[in-house]
């Protein structure tokens, strides 16, 4: 899994427009009830496909993580499934 990033979402920012769960609907899912975004499984991505869904989140919810770990703190995620 060296070649991929874990991407983060602060559900707190997010807006719930669902463009990063068109873009990558194996990472992102829209909570209907929530109305916001949550991540499934891992949350890695190859880094090209990474910034591509960061660049395309209209309220800046979505990051590349710093770190290496499977999950961060300030990530919203369900488990897979």
């Not at 990558?24 to 880094?47: C, N, R």
């Not at 910034?51 to 897979?80: F, H, K």
């Given at each position: 899994?060296?070649?991929?990033?874990?991407?983060?979402?602060?559900?707190?920012?997010?807006?719930?427009?669902?463009?990063?769960?068109?873009?990558?609907?194996?990472?992102?899912?829209?909570?209907d009830d929530?109305?916001?975004?949550?991540?499934?499984?891992?949350?890695?991505?190859?880094?090209?496909?990474?910034?591509?869904?960061?660049?395309?989140?209209?309220?800046?919810?979505?990051?590349?993580?710093?770190?290496?770990?499977?999950?961060?703190?300030?990530?919203?995620?369900?488990?897979?499934?």
């Amino acid at each position: 899994m060296s070649d991929l990033v874990r991407i983060s979402l602060d559900a707190e920012v997010c807006i719930g427009v669902g463009q990063c769960e068109l873009l990558e609907p194996t990472v992102f899912v829209l909570d209907d009830d929530e109305g916001i975004s949550m991540l499934v499984g891992s949350a890695h991505l190859v880094p090209e496909r990474a910034e591509l869904v960061v660049n395309r989140c209209p309220s800046g919810a979505i990051r590349i993580a710093e770190d290496a770990s499977p999950m961060g703190l300030e990530s919203t995620q369900i488990p897979d499934g």
